[in-house]
Each structure stands twice: as C-alpha cells, then as structure tokens.
C-alpha cells in the first residue's frame, strides 16, 4: 500500500549484473538490482521507500514481444487517417519523441510524415481488435500505461476522440471507408474576395477603382494580391503576427522615449521584415549571417553591444562585432532582455519561445501531471526529477537539449552589459546543470549556428510556418480538413518549389480554395474580426481619422540628459499607456500574451467613440477637399434637403458603402433606405440642435450626415470581414 504507481528506471548493465534507480510518479523511490539470465526474461529486487515507508520484493521482467496480426487490417489512402489522425494528433503530439531522430524512434510505435501508409501499419499494431478501447494507441498518451512521455493528452478530448475513432474503425475492418467531415462551401464573390484578400494583407478596404476592375475581370485577382504583397503595409501585418509568437515589443512609460524603446525591442521584427521585403529563403530566421539596423537603434544609450555602423532610418543589414555568431533571429539582442534567464529556469523558457517562433510548439502545453514532492529549490533534487521520472522527461528530453545551445547568452541583457557580454557564458554549463547535450530533437549541434540550421531544417519548421501564414490572414489555425490538407499540400510546395519564399506561401493560401470560399453555414469561426491595428489603419484610410492623444512631458526638462519632448501624438488604439490597445484586444507581451478576439462590450464602446470621432472629423475636413478627391463626402454640398434631394442623398449613401464596406448597395435597397430613412428623421429632429457643449453644431443637413457617418462606422461591418 502506498508504493503503487508507475515507476521510470535508469541504470547500467555489466555483464550479467543489472542495477536501476529511479522514482514513482507518486515519489516513491526505488533501487532494483538482479542477474540477467535471459534475455527474454529475469527477476530482480526492488527496494522502495516513499511517504507510506519502506517496501521489498521481487519483479518479474518479460520483453514485451509484438506478434504481427494472423489477419492484418489493410492501410489505403484514407482522408480521416491523413487529415484527422495525422494533422490533428500524430504529427504534433506524438512526432515529438515517435519518430526517426527522437527519443523514441526504437519503439514499436514510429511515426514517418513522409509514409503514411507506413505510418498506418505502425498504428495497427498499437489497436486492441478486440478492445478497441483499451488499445495501447489510446491509453499509452493518456498515461494509463506507462508512457515514457508521460502524459500527452486529456481523457475525452478531441485528440482522444480521433484516436479512439481509428481504433474503432480499424477494429471493425472500416478504415478504409472512413472519411473525414468536410464543411461545405460557397465561393465569394469577386468583390467580397478582394474585400477580404486586402483587409487581411493591408488592413485597408480596396479602392472603388479596384473593386470595379475586379468586377469587371474577376481573373485580376491574383495580380491584385501580389501588389498587395508588395506593400509596406503587408510587412507591417507580417511583423504584428510574429510578435504574436515572440512576444519581444515593449512600449516605453515615456513618451519622449517611445520611438527609441520601439526601435531597440524591433531588431527580430525588422529582420524578419527584411527577410519578407528582399525575398530571402524564411530558412534564414535560423541561418542568416547578418542582423539589421538603423540610427536610431545603434544610437540606444541602452544598446552597449559593438556593431558594424549604420546611417539613416531605414532598417540594413549589419553585422555584431562583440564575437557572437550570427544565426538569424537566434543572434538578436532584446528577444534575450525580454526572455532572461537565472539558475532554476536554466534558459529553459528561452529555449520553449524559440520553439514556439520555429515550430509552434509550446512546450508548456503538454498536459503533465506534475506530482508536487520535489524541492525547487535544491537544484539537485530538481536535476534528478527532470533526468528520470517519466513526468518530467516528458518534456525536458526535448527542451532542455534546445537550453543547453543557449548557455553562452546566459549574461545577455541590456542592464549592466559591457560591450562583449553577449556571449560569454559558459557553453560546457550543460553538462553541470541538465546533463543533456545541445541538439534539436535528437541531431546535436554545437553553438548557435547549428541550432537554427536544425530548427529550419526539421519538418515542423515548415509546417508551423504555414499555419501561421494562415493564421496571420485568418486570427486562427487550420481546423477544417479542407484547411488542414490544403496546409499539407501547401508545405510541401513551399520547401520543393518556393524556396521557402513568404510572400510564395501566403500567396499560395489566398488562392486556396478554402481561402476563396465561406462556409454555406456561415460559421463564426470564418469571421475576421479586425485587430487594434487593423481598425487603426482601415478608419485613417476610409476617412483620414487618426485618434491620438497629446505626448506626455515624462522627463525632466532641466536635467540636461533627458530626450527632447515628443512633439507628435501618440495614437490611442495601438499603443497601451493611456491607450485602448489591450481594451480591443492587442497584446503587451507582459501581461497580456495572446490576443483576444472576441465581440465584447468594451470592444463595442470603443467602436462607438471611434465612429463618433471620426464622422465629426469628416464632417469638418472632406469638404473642404475638391469634390472628386474626399475620402466619403464626394457630392455632398452639406444643404441637402430631404424632400427635394432624395435621389442624390441615396446616391451619396450607395457611395460611402462601397468605400467603406467594399459592398454594392442599390438605390432603393433595404440598407440604402434604412440609412435615407435616418437621415430624414435627424433632419427634421431639431431638438438637439445648437453649439452647446450636449448639442450638435451645423445645419441641419450636416446634422443628418453626421448622424449616418456614425451609423455607418458603428456597424459590425467596420471590425469584421
């Protein structure tokens, strides 16, 4: 009683002679030592002594033998097993450790993305005919058998499902009619195609020039997109969801410091920008011998490291001089600021952060039922957990050969750094304080150069890659499995065709077929909804508003260190410190990680101001533009009259849609009718009327304009495509 569990041994063999020591997962500790006699089976002593006391007695030990099915079930091309059971559970859960390289690449269960059928008859073999439940290929993940990963997935959740579903139809000969469920899709229309191919790519609506080319040849799509492509403003989205991952923006307290801060936390952004803008191969986030800089970062009073000089605002590339190797993103100086390190993480959560940028892996993800017996704070205990109890090798026989590459940067910081701090550390620390020599999933590697070689070259570069190609265009990851077969044939295409260009692999999904359609069911999980940024830059585009607030005077002005004062303002939705960046979802990378996109209450009191702010803004400066050249109010005198101008104040109505939704309204259609109908209704509403602070100035046409700009800009329309 007390000393049952499931126990993880390490020990030696010499000769005959066996001695192993290891744990329970309840912490109960165990020496076992006997004679091996036979090679197929032998018995040993175990002594045990846990929180219940001591224990002794014998085990018996049979190798466990894998007699091949009289029957065996047939493997064939099955669209359940490659979108499913693959895309779904076999490549991210069990291709960690089950595969040629990994830590369990001798057992009987082999996972190879290169052979599906090969792939099929390994999972055969771990199927229960008779118990399809009880088959190892279930229960071996959840732990209810001993798994040297520990557990690797919850009881009844979907990755359960889909093994449970396979055995199922394995067990009962169906595997080969199974298929997987398809949502079914309608395509959308030219214009509603460009609507959304350049919100996603620029966070602008199409110009109404574009959406009548479009029209008009619908096959222009594709030049259209590449010119999207091409624009500054697509690397500014390509920059906002890598941060996503990286998490290394920071925005200063002082306003007088904010460009500075932004430039010295930019370095990985701007070199994966620069990777996307001058088409280099992506592999070079792990293999580039250069960095990028401008003036204004080199300039940082903070950045101390010696660098080849750089002239200008422009980001170039550069080349650090303080004696590290440069190996892409890995070589950038604020992601080790951000992402520190001290004698009990071990650069353990550096190292899960550069698996989440190159592979999508978080490390932290892996359900491990982590007993609570081991003293964190003795650095022993803590080495002997993560060394041989199946919990904690779960994930450290993975993560902690990526750490030990990064011991060299353990002094990296921008706070008391001299100039050739960077990469002093000790690289040999490894083998003092986690005993697992660096490498990427079982390949070793020596320094900083051939952990990003193996990250980029590894298969699961590839594969987070273009899932978040994906889900930079769409807020989410592939879940359908059209998407999830599309992103498969989309990978392979990327490495063997492209070059492992980006702009090739985002161009690759928007001419998708899942990209160009909608769900006939209209499932909400195919809505945009427009992030911080892009509501920023699609309301400065459709009407030339930009909210802000004045520069704060953060610093003293007569210390004769302190910066200028900052004359621009700072906009109000993309940035935190008296802001509404976090308000509408964005994220700081300290306290607010993950972006949320979800259709709340403050989301549309922000809205509401937003629309107020910028139909008054319009009101006040579009006609004061040569007709032809506003932004909404292109024949709009502001004396229109209800009863004798209906036809030109529909007219107007029709227009201001099409810029700001992209959409074809009719003259007499239901919405143009709804909104005519407002504008009536305020023009003959003079009870608010006035210059008082709660009243609306103007006359009573610019009233009644006001009013359907703000109508307008508060529809749902505005924040989701």
């Excluded at 609306?696 to 610019?702: D, F, L, Q, R």
Aim: aromatic share 8%; hydrophobic share 35%; net charge neutral.
């Amino acid at each position: 009683s007390g000393m049952d569990g499931i126990y993880t041994l390490t020990g030696l063999r010499r000769g005959s002679k066996l001695t192993m020591f290891g744990a329970s997962n309840t912490g109960v500790r165990m020496k076992l030592g006997g004679k091996v006699t036979n090679e197929n089976s032998f018995s040993a002593v175990a002594r045990m002594k846990g929180p219940a006391g001591k224990g002794r007695g014998v085990l018996s030990f049979s190798r466990r033998t894998v007699e091949p099915p009289a029957e065996p079930r047939d493997h064939c091309d099955s669209s359940f097993f490659t979108t499913d059971v693959m895309q779904r559970v076999l490549v991210p859960v069990c291709a960690n450790c089950h595969t040629s390289g990994g830590v369990a690449q001798a057992t009987t269960f082999r996972v190879t993305t290169s052979d599906l059928l090969a792939t099929q008859d390994s999972v055969a073999g771990q199927i229960d005919l008779q118990d399809p439940a009880a088959s190892r290929l279930v229960r071996k993940p959840l732990n209810q058998l001993a798994h040297g990963g520990g557990q690797q997935i919850q009881d009844g959740s979907a990755e359960y499902q889909t093994l449970l579903q396979w055995a199922q139809l394995v067990a009962a000969n169906q595997q080969c009619n199974a298929s997987t469920q398809h949502v079914e899709s309608v395509p959308l229309s030219p214009s509603e195609l460009l609507v959304r191919a350049s919100m996603d790519l620029r966070g602008l609506r199409p110009a109404a020039a574009e959406l009548d080319q479009i029209e008009q040849d619908p096959s222009q799509y594709e030049a259209m997109v590449d010119a999207y492509l091409h624009s500054d403003l697509f690397l500014e989205r390509v920059k906002d969801s890598y941060d996503d991952a990286l998490l290394v923006r920071r925005e200063d307290d002082d306003d007088e410091a904010r460009d500075e801060t932004a430039a010295l936390y930019g370095e990985a952004l701007e070199l994966i920008s620069y990777i996307v803008k001058n088409d280099r191969p992506f592999t070079e986030l792990g293999t580039a011998d250069y960095t990028v800089a401008n003036e204004l970062f080199q300039n940082n009073r903070r950045m101390k490291y010696a660098m080849e000089p750089v002239t200008g605002a422009a980001w170039q590339p550069t080349h650090y001089l303080d004696g590290r190797p440069h190996a892409g993103l890995l070589s950038t100086s604020a992601f080790y600021q951000v992402w520190d390190t001290n004698n009990t993480n071990v650069n353990r959560r550096r190292a899960n952060r550069w698996s989440i940028v190159y592979h999508c892996y978080n490390f932290l993800d892996t359900p491990v039922d982590v007993t609570r017996n081991v003293d964190n704070n003795d650095p022993s205990a803590v080495l002997t957990a993560v060394t041989s109890r199946a919990d904690c090798k779960a994930c450290h026989e993975r993560l902690d050969p990526l750490a030990s590459f990064l011991f060299p940067t353990d002094e990296a910081s921008f706070e008391n750094d001299g100039p050739t701090d960077f990469f002093r550390g000790n690289p040999e620390r490894w083998r003092r304080v986690n005993r697992r020599a660096p490498g990427v999933y079982g390949r070793p590697g020596m320094d900083l150069r051939d952990m990003g070689r193996l990250l980029v070259q590894n298969e699961r570069f590839e594969q987070c890659q273009t899932r978040r190609a994906f889900r930079l265009l769409t807020g989410r990851l592939p879940q359908s499995s059209d998407e999830l077969q599309t992103a498969d044939t989309i990978g392979q295409q990327w490495r063997s065709t492209d070059n492992y260009n980006f702009r090739s692999l985002v161009r690759r999904w928007m001419t998708s077929d899942v990209y160009k359609g909608r769900p006939k069911t209209d499932n909400a999980l195919w809505v945009r909804r427009a992030s911080p940024e892009r509501l920023e830059s699609l309301i400065l585009d459709a009407t030339g508003f930009l909210w802000t607030r004045p520069a704060d005077n953060d610093e003293d002005d007569n210390n004769p260190e302190s910066r200028p004062n900052r004359t621009a303002p700072v906009p109000m939705l993309t940035n935190e410190e008296k802001g509404l960046k976090i308000v509408l979802g964005g994220i700081n990378g300290v306290t607010v990680s993950a972006r949320s996109v979800d259709l709340n209450a403050t989301t549309a009191i922000v809205q509401r101001k937003v629309a107020t702010l910028a139909a008054e803004y319009v009101l006040a400066n579009d006609r004061l533009l040569p007709d032809g050249s506003r932004k909404l109010l292109n024949g709009v005198t502001g004396a229109e009259v209800p009863s004798a101008d209906e036809a030109a104040i529909r007219a107007a109505i029709v227009r201001m849609a099409r810029r700001l939704y992209g959409a074809v309204w009719t003259l007499d259609g239901g919405e143009t009718t709804t909104l005519f109908t407002l504008f009536r209704n305020l023009y003959d509403d003079r009870t608010q009327s006035g210059t008082g602070q709660t009243q609306v100035p103007g006359t009573a046409s610019e009233r009644a304009w006001r009013g359907v700009l703000i109508a307008m800009l508060r529809s749902p329309r505005m924040l989701l495509s």
